[in-house]
């Protein structure tokens, strides 16, 4: 009798998405979202999903389509992240340029 492996869970599928887009590594994406390697291997391989916190800063890390999906998953509603942001995608292009020209520094 074979034992069939369930699929990753969609959670799982999307950090391993969202690292191999960036073009990190394991350590590299974990320090990128100030946690260990470790915790990374372990969301990565299904078996502890990331904290609420984990969620945000990946969305931060995230293309503007993708951000949702993580702020989402971390508990964030659709209409809080409307009304954080009322301009909508162009207002966190402009967040993640930000974030990116301070991450550079």
């Known amino acids: ?19 191999k887009r ?3 590594n394991q350590s590299e994406f974990a320090g990128r979202l100030n946690y260990s390697a470790m915790a990374l291997s372990r969301w990565e391989s299904g078996s502890h999903e990331p904290t609420a916190e984990a969620y945000v800063r990946m969305g931060n890390l995230a293309d503007a389509g993708e951000s949702n999906w993580f702020w989402t998953r971390a508990g964030l509603k659709s209409a809080d992240l409307s009304r954080m942001f009322p301009q909508g995608s162009e207002v966190l292009q402009f967040i993640k ?6 991450l550079k520094h």
């Not at 009798?1 to 690292?19: C, F, G, Y």
Request: aromatic content about 4%.
């Open 97 to 102: 340029k930000t974030r990116n020209v301070i």
């Open 1 to 19: 009798m074979t034992t069939r492996k369930s699929p990753p869970a969609e959670w799982v599928r999307k950090i391993l998405q969202l690292r």
């Open 22 to 24: 960036l073009g990190l």
